[in-house]
């Protein structure tokens, strides 16, 4: 089947999405007291802690439960009486204590109790008789990445976190490798030098800015590096929901595309593998292994993370993971091709996947934005000239946009009334999040979702960032038009930015607006930095001839 892909998508970062269980709420209402929804814990749980595992209607009742419990505490209330009550329910074995420990982390706002989830998992499965099936430890390991990478789920540690969750992944790959036949490698002197096999664990069409990079990458490297390509989407996310209180997580999904064969990229023909969708399971993995190596490709480089078919293939072909920005990925390649300098403090975290801080190649994640399609003013969106126009772009608003960070904008407007805030991006929770601000709500506007946003640029002076891990994109395009790009320095936008638009906190933000917007000669020097640092960052050919030469100087190196 041919599939045409378009070659411009809609901008906007975006990997899962969250889906939220249907059906009456137990409880609702800040009225119930956190005494009557642990009288009503007990009450489910009587059958034990697994019952959720074992029946539907206690699964949609407990996630209920979880979620008011969660909302109250988040409002101040005494968790006491909830946590006695969780106390009180037995747990025999190790899927117990993943489900007491999920309860405390999203009932509770307990934050070392996410890290405790991925360690029972990790020994349980290391047991030899473990209690959780592969494909829960899957669903558990990505929903809690993702829960995150939201803000859904608090952590104690999250150097810890991480270390725990690339000891969860090595154990799974283990596994697999158990479940599958060996292979032999395929020599180098066997191997097409022309070809590449490209693996993506999600590749849909629409506002996924991921799969839209993907298309340029492979266009990159047939036209311009002159190399054939076979892209595989691996199509890893779960499409169903198989643990309770992690909010039914399931991931996005094209189901066109499941039955193609081949791309059409802007008349470019690119043969196209799609495993079947949701969780790769060990004889799934095999066979697509077992493909990729009937190809021979001279490299398979694998765009994205926990990605078990590209880490399994380590060892009988050349494998090199790329991250879709900045995080150091899950995963156990060749070699690691990284968009940022290596952090010392990551020697360990690589260490878990056998890598050495010399299999790490040095690149720059590039971005292209698309043209604008309807150039706006401030006066068409309502707004005066003298008006500091910041923008706060994303897909995740509602769980990116925190309580704090909120305050923090509010500050803002205090410090500087000309500035005012434009939230691009679907935010449901916008007037409930302003309302305790008087000079945010009456500063800032919720967009909603915006299929132009370089035509809203063309309006704006500043950008932004809120608490996330992502984001990286819309930063990019803001510096693309000149526009200063301000974060914290963490998370991909915090390395897309530089250190020209760091801030070392969200106080600075309404003082370096003020300096901005009245001293012409600094605002021009901070566009053209912005400008600069987009044109490091805007080659696609230059970041992967960065990695084949990468890949060469390492071969070279033996």
Request: with cysteine; hydrophobic share 45%; proline share 8%.
């Amino acid at each position: 089947m041919e599939i045409s892909a378009p070659g411009v998508f809609i901008s906007g970062p975006a990997v899962y999405d969250p889906v939220q269980a249907d059906g009456e709420q137990v409880v609702t209402g800040v009225e119930n007291s956190l005494t009557d929804l642990a009288a009503t814990l007990a009450h489910i749980l009587a059958g034990g802690m697994e019952e959720p595992i074992f029946d539907a209607d206690v699964w949609v009742r407990m996630e209920e439960l979880a979620g008011t419990c969660g909302k109250l505490v988040a409002a101040g209330a005494d968790p006491t009486p909830f946590a006695a009550a969780l106390d009180r329910v037995p747990r025999h074995n190790a899927r117990e204590e993943t489900l007491y420990h999920l309860l405390r982390a999203m009932a509770l706002w307990d934050a070392d109790a996410a890290t405790r989830v991925i360690e029972i998992l990790t020994a349980d499965l290391e047991s030899g008789q473990p209690r959780h099936s592969l494909i829960q430890a899957d669903y558990i390991l990505r929903a809690m990445i993702f829960g995150v990478w939201t803000n859904r789920i608090k952590l104690a540690d999250p150097g810890a976190h991480d270390m725990a969750i690339r000891r969860l992944w090595h154990a799974m790959l283990n596994q697999y490798r158990a479940a599958m036949p060996a292979r032999d490698p395929v020599p180098a002197h066997a191997r097409q030098r022309d070809l590449i096999v490209i693996t993506t664990g999600q590749f849909i069409r629409g506002a996924h800015q991921p799969s839209t990079d993907m298309l340029d990458f492979v266009t990159k490297l047939v036209l311009r590096l002159g190399r054939r390509v076979v892209l595989v989407n691996t199509a890893d996310g779960p499409v169903k929901s198989y643990f309770p209180y992690l909010g039914n997580f399931v991931s996005s999904v094209d189901r066109e595309l499941a039955a193609g064969t081949k791309l059409v990229i802007d008349g470019l023909p690119i043969p196209f593998i799609h495993l079947p969708l949701g969780f790769t399971d060990p004889q799934m993995a095999s066979e697509a292994r077992d493909q990729i190596l009937a190809l021979k490709p001279d490299l398979v480089l694998s765009f994205g993370t926990l990605c078990p078919v590209s880490d399994l293939c380590r060892g009988l072909l050349d494998v090199v993971a790329i991250p879709y920005g900045s995080y150091l990925p899950f995963a156990e390649p060749t070699w690691l091709a990284l968009p940022r300098p290596l952090n010392p403090g990551e020697t360990p975290a690589l260490a878990v996947g056998g890598l050495t801080p010399d299999r790490v190649i040095r690149i720059e994640y590039s971005y292209a934005p698309p043209p604008a399609m309807t150039v706006r003013n401030k006066a068409a969106l309502g707004l005066g000239d003298d008006t500091i126009l910041t923008l706060i772009i994303g897909l995740r608003l509602a769980r990116e946009v925190t309580p704090d960070f909120a305050a923090a904008l509010d500050a803002a407007v205090q410090a500087e009334p000309r500035l005012f805030f434009l939230f691009v991006g679907q935010m449901d929770n916008y007037a409930d999040l302003v309302a305790p601000h008087p000079a945010l709500a009456a500063r800032s506007r919720s967009q909603g979702h915006e299929t132009d946003v370089m035509g809203l640029m063309a309006a704006a002076d500043l950008y932004i960032n809120p608490p996330r891990g992502g984001g990286g994109t819309s930063a990019a395009y803001a510096l693309s038009r000149g526009i200063p790009a301000y974060s914290l320095n963490s998370g991909d936008v915090g390395v897309v930015v530089g250190p020209a638009f760091h801030l070392s906190s969200y106080a600075d933000f309404a003082p370096a607006t003020t300096r901005y917007t009245d001293d012409p000669d600094l605002r021009g020097q901070l566009q053209e930095k912005a400008k600069a640092r987009f044109a490091e960052i805007s080659s696609r050919e230059r970041m992967l001839r960065q990695i084949l030469d990468g890949v060469k100087a390492m071969r070279a190196k033996g």
